[in-house]
């Protein structure tokens, strides 16, 4: 039983699968739509048309497993939905409510499964390979074309895509030139790669005990001609300023001689009012939805007539 499921997993790997679509149940979807039992040969296996119903139905009964009906969602969006992307199963076109809505192993799918253990193996996968792009290249790609080009001090860099990174870019590409203009940006981190733009000297130079990156603030910027240092949190879902923030800041920061500006950002003022009370006084507040405004929590600085 056990090395059925092993060869399984190696014919996904082979074939380019990515990590998750190489786990058990993957494995027992593939041997269930072969029609593959513990003691039968590869060779014997086949591509009926079959139900998620009927997955389950053969993995409990000749796999030994206990996957309820209520699992058909998990097999659905873990396997059959990555191996038909990946040309390795199709289905009958009905609607996928429908109950005579079915998939099935693929002819060469099923060409290939059959020469497993066999001199042909080999051959056979590199025919697959030739004509189908790996499903784990096919992500990769995927993921090259879905970053988001952002320009930080006249050079174009590529966030990787998120609520959060889609916040910094408009922190650097719209609240920078209004309300820090001609200012640098020192610092930003990435979702994925934490230090995007990191310039260390300048840091130092400035007064920056240079930390562990999840202390640092999403973005520094610094604008020499005033000589200020803004300090800005990008606010999706954690991390405002908040008073425990502002002293943490501060605390990095204490041979910084510059002028500090304490920015808290946010995607839009539904998520702003959510964390309203939680903002410190002295602190300023911008919304990306509202980019010429900015909200000031500064007491009777800012008060006069317009």
Same mark, same amino acid.
């Given at each position: ?25 993957c ?18 296996a ?32 873990q ?8 040309a ?6 009905k609607a996928?409510n429908s ?5 099935r ?13 066999t001199?042909?193996?080999? %051959?056979?996968i590199? $025919? &697959?390979?030739?004509?189908h #792009?790996? /499903? ?6 995927? @993921? ?18 998120g609520?959060?990174?889609e ?6 590409? %719209?609240?920078?030139? $209004? &309300?820090?203009?001609?200012? #640098?940006c /020192?610092?930003v981190?990435?979702?994925?790669? @934490?230090?995007?733009?990191?310039n ?9 005990e ?13 604008r020499?001609?005033?000589d ?8 999706t ?6 008073p ?16 500090k ?24 507040v ?8 900015m909200?000031?929590l500064?007491?009777?600085k ?5």
């Amino acid at each position: 039983m056990e090395k059925k499921i092993e060869e399984t997993r190696e014919f996904l790997q082979t074939i380019g699968m990515p990590k998750a679509q190489q786990a058990d149940i993957c494995c027992y979807v593939i041997l269930a739509m072969a029609g593959v039992k513990p003691d039968m040969s590869w060779s014997e296996a086949t591509n009926e048309w079959i139900r998620i119903h009927d997955i389950i139905q053969f993995v409990n009964a000749f796999y030994g497993m206990s996957y309820a009906e209520n699992s058909r969602e998990t097999f659905r969006k873990q396997a059959l939905h990555r191996f038909r992307t990946a040309a390795l199963i199709e289905d009958n076109g009905k609607a996928t409510n429908s109950p005579n809505y079915r998939y099935r192993l693929t002819e060469e799918t099923v060409q290939i499964l059959r020469t497993m253990g066999t001199p042909k193996w080999r %051959e056979s996968i590199k $025919r &697959f390979l030739c004509y189908h #792009e790996k /499903l784990i290249d096919l992500y990769a790609s995927k @993921k090259k074309m879905t970053m988001m080009p952002v320009n930080i001090n006249g050079e174009s860099f590529k966030f990787s895509t998120g609520k959060h990174n889609e916040l910094q870019k408009a922190i650097i590409e %719209e609240f920078a030139p $209004r &309300f820090a203009p001609n200012s #640098e940006c /020192l610092y930003v981190g990435d979702t994925i790669e @934490k230090d995007l733009v990191k310039n260390v000297e300048k840091l130092k130079e400035l007064g920056f005990e240079i930390t562990l990156h999840d202390k640092m603030p999403d973005v520094v910027l610094y604008r020499e001609d005033k000589d200020w240092i803004y300090f800005v949190e990008s606010v999706t879902s954690v991390g405002p300023m908040d008073p425990k923030r502002i002293l943490e800041i501060e605390e990095m920061t204490k041979d910084v001689t510059a002028g500090k500006i304490f920015v808290t950002a946010f995607l839009d003022f539904k998520t702003y009012k959510k964390f309203a009370e939680e903002l410190a006084w002295e602190t300023e507040v911008w919304i990306a939805e509202m980019p010429e405004h900015m909200i000031h929590l500064n007491g009777d600085k800012f008060m006069g007539p317009r």
